[in-house]
């Protein structure tokens, strides 16, 4: 069984946690996510995420650990997520999104996030407030 791994990042700085709200596909438009995207044939899941969020946000990011789950998508594509510190960059919406936030935990519920990125984003609120 050949499953993709589309990896997503709960990049933090300064105790708040990057929310990115995508521009398409249509039926995804509007809603909120943790940025990322698919994992590519010979890279790790760090690899994709430093790559997929330099493209889509102009960030260098360090991946830090997984949050541990993994969320089905659709047939053959599982979402699993990372915990991310922000190294250099101001994040800008260059691809896939249109409108970026950083949200602090008692944030967390402003935007509608995507329900299968729900859980990650708890995980990561939970991290983030017990720094
Ligand atoms: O850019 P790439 O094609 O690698 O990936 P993407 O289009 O950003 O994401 C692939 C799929 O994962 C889409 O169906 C997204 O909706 C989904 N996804 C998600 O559910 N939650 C995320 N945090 C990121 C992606």
Redesign the pocket.
């Known amino acids: 069984m050949n499953e993709t791994v589309?990896v997503?990042g709960a990049v933090c700085d300064r105790g708040r946690l990057l929310a990115a709200r995508r521009s398409a596909p249509p039926e995804?438009a509007g809603r909120w996510?943790?940025p990322?995207?698919?994992v590519e044939p010979g890279e790790s899941p760090q690899q994709a995420l430093v790559r997929?969020l330099r493209e889509e946000l102009g960030i260098e990011t360090e991946p830090l650990r997984r949050i541990a789950g993994e969320w089905p998508?659709r047939p053959g594509?599982v979402?699993h997520a990372w915990t991310a510190r922000l190294l250099d960059g101001e994040p800008r919406p260059l691809q896939?999104h249109d409108e970026l936030r950083w949200l602090a935990p008692e944030e967390a519920d402003e935007v509608d996030w995507?329900p299968?990125?729900r859980p990650a984003v708890a995980e990561a609120m939970r991290i983030l407030g017990a720094l």
Do not use: F, P
């Open positions: 589309v997503a995804l996510e943790l990322g995207g698919k997929e998508l594509l979402l896939d995507l299968q990125d």
